[in-house]
């Protein structure tokens, strides 16, 4: 659903057909499929898997980087000629909207390959290779998940707003597209639309927590993932949706989803490393790296990180304490102190737990005698004195963290940059 349209999922599927007939051409190939708008991108996802022998997802920017010899498409949703669709006026039910999309794969002897690109850095993106079936491995439907609203505010062609619409479509759901790159005007709309499911960034929700209009939206389900969930955030969306659903995602671009925490505590229990969780097995290297066992097969590009027992090196570092796993950030974003190595996300996770502080970017600054020293850039209420929070800040550091990790500068600032992707920004740091 747009701001100005809607579209039964039974449209979507008899317009898939409609595509599938005028590009037959594509059988067996590969197709790249540009992103236009959620349910155009959701018709292209309908006609050609389990049709087209590879789908890239991407933006008219990532096509670029797809192989010249590959059909590009981009689909419009006006483009199909509603003379030759009957749009349903009742709603489809969920049992059909699960095996229709479903079926895509199990009707047809294609196994598509879904590729996705990895939100990195720099350089040229990465592509990994996935499947309908771990694509869906985290879905659910039932008539509770039918009802539900749900907003995308990730980029649809990425992997984590590619979930949103997958749930969306194998649940029945209704899925409202963001009108506006104005988070304040999409959250409005969500609001007009009665949004009751989101999935968002730690970046993405304190955003909207400063915002004020969050609790415009009746929130029954709430999603965190991308970045580490610290427990400040998890408590304050507990505090506005008491009786929401909020879970903790943990997943990648490349390895896909690993597991779900639902218990509204950051980190995840440490019977988890020796039971495992749903289909995948978790332990904790001689690195301190989180490495996960899922049931599907993961990328060929990812042989070097997986050891002989087929455990993936997550890459993201974690400690063990009271009974928790807690993650501390990825391995190569630590900052170098005088040799020490300093956690930016533990550091952060401990100024957010300030009364005041909305957001915060810990970083490391050069310098000539220690390598780097450890800066705080905060983001506090309008409303409230910078002096007693920075006084806060410090005092809350010295009780929590070790010396070196203590910043040795706190920065006042009005606001911190989002990547297109949701998660801060650490490529702008000063």
Not at 28 to 52: E, H, M, Q
Not at 356 to 378: E, H, M, R, T
Not at 383 to 404: G, M, P, T, Y
Request: hydrophobic fraction near 40%.
């Amino acid at each position: 659903m747009t701001a100005s349209q809607s579209f039964s999922l039974e449209w979507l599927l008899e317009s898939a057909k409609l595509w599938r007939e005028e590009y037959r051409h594509l059988k067996n190939k590969p197709l790249a499929l540009i992103y236009t708008n959620s349910a155009s991108f959701s018709v292209g996802l309908l006609a050609f898997d389990g049709f087209c022998s590879d789908l890239y997802l991407c933006s008219e920017e990532l096509a670029e980087s797809i192989e010249p010899g590959y059909q590009q498409l981009s689909i419009t949703i006006s483009s199909v000629s509603e003379q030759h669709i009957k749009q349903s006026k009742r709603a489809t039910k969920l049992v059909q909207a699960s095996s229709n999309l479903a079926g895509q794969t199990h009707t047809h002897t294609i196994a598509t390959r879904w590729w996705l690109a990895s939100s990195g850095t720099s350089g040229q993106p990465k592509w990994f290779s996935h499947s309908l079936a771990s694509l869906t491995l985290s879905t659910k439907a039932s008539p509770a998940l039918s009802a539900l609203c749900w907003a995308n505010l990730y980029q649809v062609y990425r992997y984590a707003g590619l979930q949103v619409l997958l749930q969306a479509l194998t649940s029945g759901a209704t899925l409202v597209d963001g009108s506006s790159e104005d988070l304040i005007l999409n959250v409005k709309h969500y609001a007009t639309a009665r949004v009751s499911a989101l999935s968002a960034t730690p970046s993405m929700w304190r955003q909207m927590l400063m915002t004020n209009q969050l609790l415009s939206l009746p929130l029954q389900r709430i999603t965190l993932g991308g970045e580490t969930v610290d427990q400040p955030l998890l408590d304050k969306l507990s505090e506005l949706y008491p009786n929401a659903s909020i879970r903790h995602i943990y997943a990648s671009t490349e390895a896909g989803v690993g597991f779900v925490v639902a218990d509204k505590l950051a980190g995840f229990p440490v019977s988890w490393l020796e039971q495992g969780v749903g289909s995948a097995q978790l332990v904790i290297d001689e690195s301190e790296h989180l490495r996960i066992k899922p049931s599907h097969k993961l990328d060929a590009q990812l042989e070097a990180r997986i050891d002989e027992k087929g455990y993936l090196d997550t890459q993201d570092q974690v400690r063990i304490e009271g009974g928790r796993v807690f993650f501390l950030g990825r391995a190569s974003g630590v900052i170098n102190v005088g040799g020490n190595k300093v956690h930016p996300e533990k550091v952060e996770s401990v100024i957010l737990s300030v009364s005041g502080v909305v957001q915060v970017k810990v970083y490391g600054q050069s310098n000539s005698v220690l390598g780097n020293l450890v800066v705080a850039d905060i983001v506090i209420n309008s409303h409230l004195d910078w002096s007693n929070i920075s006084r806060s800040v410090r005092e809350r550091c010295k009780l929590a963290l070790q010396r070196f990790e203590i910043p040795v500068k706190l920065r006042q600032i009005d606001s911190l940059v989002v990547s297109p992707t949701g998660k801060l920004s650490r490529s702008d740091n000063v």
